[in-house]
């Protein structure tokens, strides 16, 4: 069965520090991961996915098959990026598993 | 173009009731999915529709049940209410497709149910 572990639910680190988010699956297909974030009172919005290798607000996620990992990461963490996190791996038919989440909360 | 929506956005029910939501998916998406949020569990998928058929269900009891209509609107029903059934219901849409597609899924504000 698949599974996603976030082993962080609250991470504090200051403006301007890098930020590391981890995520780890468990998945016996080929993975399709995303991230997503949920800052206060809004809805969980994609930050990233995996098959477009691209950078979102600085952020960037690299999918490491042979660790089983899809870490995001973020060279200088900003207020604005406070809001809760979460891995997320799809399966069939547009289901997502998410991890627990990591609250991120960026010092000034 | 609007995103996904869900109605109502607040309600309390009594233990035992039932409850039917809505969703509204983005224009030209045909996969709906609902997933349920709550402090203990986090999110949770429930089920997931694609051109009016259930493709994909979760780990929940048969009090959880859902429908697509062939405009893609979405209800999903969740009888004899219990207090465990409150949570943040959240609905999500996306092109749908393949079975693992890849497709950006977004998400609605989702509908706050409380049961007491």
């Known amino acids: 069965a698949q599974r996603v572990t976030q082993p962080e639910k609250l991470l504090s680190v200051f403006k301007g520090a890098p930020v590391e988010l981890k995520c780890n699956y468990s998945y016996s297909g080929s993975p399709e991961l995303f991230w997503y974030v949920q800052y206060s009172r809004q809805r969980l919005q994609l930050l990233l996915r995996h098959i477009s290798r691209e950078s979102i607000k600085g952020f960037t996620a690299d999918l490491n098959k042979g660790e089983t990992s899809f870490h995001l990461k973020k060279p200088f963490a900003q207020e604005e990026d406070s809001a809760m996190y979460y891995c997320?791996?799809?399966?069939?038919?547009?289901?997502?598993?998410f991890g627990e989440g990591t609250q991120l909360t960026v010092n000034p | 173009k609007a995103g996904v929506t869900q109605t109502p956005r607040y309600l309390i029910k009594t233990r035992g009731q039932q409850v039917t939501l809505s969703c509204s998916p983005i224009s030209g998406h045909r996969s709906v999915s609902w997933y349920q949020q709550t402090p203990g569990q986090g999110l949770q998928f429930l089920f997931e529709?694609?051109?009016?058929?259930?493709?994909n269900k979760g780990n929940f009891p048969g009090r959880f049940s859902g429908r697509q209509f062939s405009n893609s609107r979405s209800e999903m029903n969740v009888s004899t209410l219990e207090l465990g059934d409150s949570a943040l219901y959240l609905c999500?849409?996306?092109?749908?497709?393949?079975?693992?597609?890849?497709?950006?899924?977004?998400f609605g504000e989702g509908s706050w149910l409380t049961v007491v």
């Open positions: 529709y694609f051109s009016e058929t259930q493709r």
């Open positions: 999500a849409s996306s092109l749908g497709g393949g079975l693992v597609s890849g497709n950006t899924i977004y």
């Open positions: 997320a791996l799809e399966t069939s038919g547009s289901r997502l598993t």
